[in-house]
């Protein structure tokens, strides 16, 4: 076969209309040989005949879009040294942008003997392994064209691509679980009418069901263990995935919305120093995979998951930039999650606020204009670090979490702490000059109860996972209202509605950036299982059959509630103060009786009850941006206590109409009609949320102004 030197870039396979060019990596290979598969699975052999820099590269004039390929590294097998190259193993391209196959769970796709860890595996793995693919990058984008949604005004989705459409009576059939699917007229229309502005898909690079899960008879279902950055993960198409992907984002900006994914750049699939060779251990497992100083046969992993990415690589850095940009410049999307974010940024040990990659991030002039955002912690010492990520960053807040949980639960000193997170928690991010929106609020996640579960079970119930009910978060922060799991008892499924409107009302009536759990706005439960991780089944998937109308109705008007009033969302922080040409504050904080919270009201700590004004027009005073943005003024008067309170508006707000927004006592919250409070206690009952809505003295309190 016909081979030429190439060029050592862009790395990967690149077709160029007549030709091509393979580069791959590897500075510890003797020689590293390309392997063309064809359609009866005949394997050819040639060597990459040029390196530059440690790049293997050549090109082969003949190989068309389509082509399967895969690597062959000859090197040291020296685990003893970190070195693990075994010609014998079939290795998948790290830049590949298609990968097809799964890989069969055969011994020979180990790199070492079984019986013998210091010693090679010398089968041929390439009967079993997946295989990289050529494809042709050219789509039709059209006019396609980001959303660009500002921050503040963002809504986030987190769903699964699966799991949200393989039972969706409306999405045809064939369609069902796929990224087509997701582009229906169906899934849209619900996403569009929820009122949602962004879809944050669990991981759709190409990942591995490893081999341990597999032989329970389980499946991957999340998907946090890839093993091709630049490839979507095939399973999810009804066809090509490259073009099918593409065709989903175009369809999701034609309506709006924005696609965030969340990326696992943390790890990768080939797990521990006992887990298979698939890719990335075969071509230089020294460079790639972060070693033990004390011993370099083993990982040091501060992901739980076996393994961590060497980001002190410069290669390695390469990789995961140029997956970033990719997804980007290729794929139109908007934005990233990355997993166990804390992980990426150690240098050595300590987590390090100013670590190469987000140096390199920031200076990115494709990667650094869209939206970031970090799951601020890992499994590792000191990996916790909620409010310390850089600017131009936003994050997942597990405090906001925590918090509200504990708050609607009953637990003590909750009602400081709920302040801050009710405002976008300031505490946590102003000191570095972020803004409300480095905050994405969440009550629920895809790791852990869904809503419904989180007010019907006290404990996790993860016996189908095959773990005997160890894994998973033991300490929830959940409450079951009195009977643990289903029920039949009137009283307890009433409070459970109650809890769940309360939660969400707390999410979406908060500062920062609301993200909503898919399910969630209809009443999904996963049976009390915290850790569906495996579960690739009806314990996942939307029941949209079973549908809760009026949840969803509740939603709708929650999420429009917010989108219709900027007051929900500023853009800057409270700061306390008197607007301009009044004597109402940006925001008051008030006891039931009335009266302004002191010191000592706010250090009581079986408090549960608190008023909450939020003063509407002093929007257009703080933001020369917003200047033309005025709002109506909202006293939110919340009640967590286990009895009816009766609160009292405060002198400064009582010589106003104030007309009720939604009461989530009340069925439904709400209300068709107009309801005036005039009266000096406002009764709300227990564990509860009442808003109310005033235009200013002698207004009528209709709406935004």
Known sequence: MEIWQGKFYPLGATFDGGGTNFAVFSEVADKVELCLIDADGAETRVDLPETTGDVWHGYVPQVQPGQRYGFRVHGPFDPARGHLCNPAKLLLDPYATKIEGRADWNTALYGHRQEDPDHPDTRDSGPYAPLSVVQNPYFDWGHDRPPLTPWHETVIYELHVKGFTVRHPGVPERLRGTYAGLASPASIEHLKDLGVTAVELMPVHRFVHDQRVVDMGLRNYWGYNSIGYLAPHDEYASGDPVTEFKSMVKTLHAHGIEVILDVVYNHTGEGGPLGPTLCFKGLDNAAYYRLSEEDRRHYVDFTGCGNSLNMRQPFVLQL????????????????????????????????????????????????????????????????????????????????????????????????????????????????????????????????????????????????????????????????????????????????????????????????????????????????????????????TWIDWESADEELLDYVRKLIALRSGHPVFRRRRWFQGRSIRGSNHPEIGWFTPEGSEMTQEDWEVGFARSLGVYLNGRSIANRDQWERQLTDDDFYLLINAHHEPIEFALPPLLDEWEWVQVFDTAAHPSFANERTVVRAEHVPVAARSILLLTSSGPGADAHGPR
């Open 320 to 539: 995961i930039m140029d997956s970033l940009r990719y997804w980007v410049e290729e794929m139109h999307v908007d934005g990233f999650r990355f997993d166990l974010a804390s992980a990426l940024a150690r240098e050595l040990h300590a987590v390090d606020r100013l670590s190469a990659f987000f140096d390199i991030i920031h200076q990115d002039p494709v990667i650094g204009r869209v939206k970031l955002i970090a799951e601020p912690w890992d499994l590792g010492e000191g990996g916790y670090q909620v409010g310390r990520f850089p600017y131009l960053w936003s994050e997942w807040n597990g405090k906001f979490r925590d918090t509200v949980r504990d708050f609607w639960r009953g637990e003590d000193q909750t009602l400081p702490e709920l302040a801050f997170r009710l405002t976008g928690s300031s505490d946590l991010y102003e000191s570095s000059g972020r803004r409300p929106y480095a905050s994405i609020n969440f009550v629920t996640c895809h790791d852990g109860f869904p809503l419904r579960d989180l007010v019907s079970y006290n404990e996790k119930h993860n016996e189908d996972n095959g773990e005997d009910n160890r894994d998973g978060e033991s300490h929830n922060r959940s409450w079951n209202c009195g009977v643990e799991g289903p029920t039949d008892d009137p009283e307890i499924l009433a409070l459970r509605g109650r809890q769940q409107r309360n939660l969400l009302a707390t999410l979406f009536l908060s500062q920062g950036v609301p993200m909503l759990l898919a399910g969630d706005e209809i009443g999904r439960t996963q049976g009390g299982n915290n850790n569906g991780y495996c579960q690739d089944n009806e314990i």
